[in-house]
Structure formats: structure tokens, C-alpha cells
């Protein structure tokens, strides 16, 4: 029996499950019943997963949430909220096959429209003040340098604020949190008082 008392929220993982969308909200149920409140979903922008945006043949963003839309809608009628880690490069903005899929997208100003199109178009759901965490396990396997997550950091928090101004927004999820460890991107970034560590995952 799960004492509920004690449930802490629960995250979703990009694990190659995910790409089945029906995988997690058959889940959904059960995890109202337990009492999850929030459920944290990563790679968001990775067209493995949810193909949210592409350009057409001018040159033009054009967005689709409709396969993100099936995760996430029936978890908001079950009163659950997502916790949105932004991550991953649709494939236009992906720097390269070898980490591209994390790495540091090749044009900052398109992946900020990217974001703010996605954040607007639940704003139009009537979706307001969720979590927003920017980055998903840098000291893992992203391949971005310090000042280049900032750059990313800065320009997601510009595009979710100006799309939800009562959005709440921190970063980055850390891979294997140890304590007394102070090694990796997210210490440094801390030690810098730039950011504030959002979620830490562990094994």
C-alpha cells in the first residue's frame, strides 16, 4: 500500500516508449488515484517524440501540437499539471547527428518562436502559471558549453514569459544527483548564481 502522505510528483523520461503516445496517459488513471499532482515531460522539442515544429518550403516556421496535445490533454482533465522541461531540437535547428538532438540549436532566435508558439497555444487552452524547466541533464550528455546553456536559458525564459507572463520558470533537470559532489555544469552554473537547479534524477 502507498502511503499517499509521502508520494512525491513523478516524471515521464525520454525513453523510446515515449514515441507511443498512448504509453503514458494509460497511466493517467492510476496516477490521479494515487494523488500525482505533476508530472515532469522532457523532450519536448525532439522530433523523435513530438515533431512540435518544421519549415515549409519559403522558409516558414510552422508549429503542430496536436501529438503533444495527446499526452497532455487528457492529464489535464484528470487535474494533474505538466511540469514542461524544454529540450531536444526539432530537426532544422539540430546542430548535427552525433548529440544534435540536445545540443545547442543552430539558430537561438527560431527555437525562442518555437517556445513561444508552444507555450501560447496552451495559454489558448486557458493554461496558464505552469512550471517551465530549461534543459534536461547537461552534465549527462548535452553538448553545449556553460555560456551557451545561458544563451538557451535566456531565450526560452524570454519566450515563456512573453507568452505567459505568470509562467514559473528555473532549469536545468541534473543526471544522478550525488551529494557532497560539486563537478558538472549545473555547480558551475550555480557557483555563478546564474541559475537555480530545478530537478534532479537519479537511478
Known sequence: MIDKSRLLNVAQGGYLAMRNLNHLPQCYDALAELGV???RLDWLLYDAFYRVARLDEK???VTDFSRLDR???PLL???IEPQMCVMGNPGFLSPGPVGGDNGMPTNLKRYGQVVRAMVAHYVALGHR???WE???EPDNFATYKDDQYMDIYRVVAEAVRSADPSARIGGMGVSNFRPGSREG????LLDRKSTRLN???SS
Open 37 to 39: 499532482k505533476y508530472i
Open 59 to 61: 522558409g516558414q516556421l
Open 71 to 73: 499526452v497532455i490533454l
Open 77 to 79: 482533465q484528470r487535474g
Open 129 to 131: 502559471g505552469w512550471y
Open 134 to 136: 530549461v534543459g534536461n
Open 185 to 188: 555544469i549545473p555547480w558551475r
Open 199 to 201: 530537478s534532479s534524477h
